[in-house]
């Protein structure tokens, strides 16, 4: 099936202890995003990604940190400079800027089914 | 930078009533705005977009409208069922990122039956 894998589902943090959430996805998307969820509110972007190994800061970038070396996996880790890190964590996919929406603009963004991360 | 912000915060309706979800954007340049409703503990799922050339789109009993000049779209569900409880969010996107999504703060609709 097409889709976004995330992983692990939960995840537990000790303090001081660095933690990296899995994301890959087969759609052949070449942006794919994370996003973080605090309860009751909304998504804030952490880091995003356009094309293979390059990415670019999101609103609320501190703390953490990205790779992409491969086009299918954007992994995120929540590094132990991130002081409140519990939160539902959301990794994302679209087509990219390079291609050519419908008229307007704008691609379609898709959600993985989240990561649950929590300091104990 | 852009803002987008959603009323009301909780909605309750009764079942087959209609349901309306508002929001509002500071960045007259935006011209992408997706709605997701998110189920508790799931990631959220694109239920209807609306890009700037037009004023209204509708998917069965889903309808986003769209008004340029006063920045704000609005999100239309008629004869709600028990199965549309969710959270429901809006986004804009940014103007020179077209696939950087602003969310709103969400939605929370319960569905009496």
């Known amino acids: 099936d097409g889709g976004i894998t995330q992983s692990p589902k939960y995840l537990f943090r000790k303090e001081g202890q660095n933690v990296t959430l899995s994301c890959e996805q087969n759609l052949n998307h070449d942006a794919m995003y994370w996003y973080r969820q605090d309860p009751g509110q909304g998504l804030r972007l952490i880091y995003y990604?356009?094309?293979?190994?390059?990415?670019q800061k999101g609103d609320i970038a501190e703390g953490y940190s990205v790779s992409r070396e491969k086009k299918e996996s954007f992994p995120l880790t929540v590094t132990s400079a991130q002081k409140n890190p519990t939160a539902f964590y959301l990794c994302a996919s679209s087509m990219g800027f390079r291609t050519v929406a419908p008229v307007g603009s704008g691609n379609t963004i898709y959600f993985g089914e989240g990561s649950w991360l929590t300091v104990v | 930078g852009e803002n987008v912000e959603q009323h009301p915060s909780t909605l309750s309706v009764q079942e087959g009533d209609s349901a309306v979800i508002k929001c509002t954007y500071s960045d007259s340049a935006s011209n992408y705005f997706p709605w997701y409703k998110q189920e508790l503990g799931k990631g959220p799922q694109l239920i209807i977009d609306?890009?700037?050339?037009?004023g209204e789109k509708k998917d069965q009993r889903i309808a986003v409208t769209l008004n340029k000049t006063a920045k704000h779209f609005s999100l239309h569900i008629t004869e709600t069922q028990p199965e549309d409880s969710a959270v429901y969010f809006c986004?804009?996107?940014?103007?020179?990122?077209?696939?950087?999504?602003?969310f709103g703060t969400g939605t929370r609709l319960q569905v009496f039956p």
């Open positions: 986004a804009a996107s940014t103007p020179y990122n077209t696939d950087k999504l602003i």
């Open positions: 990604s356009q094309i293979v190994n390059d990415f």
């Open positions: 609306i890009r700037s050339n037009v």
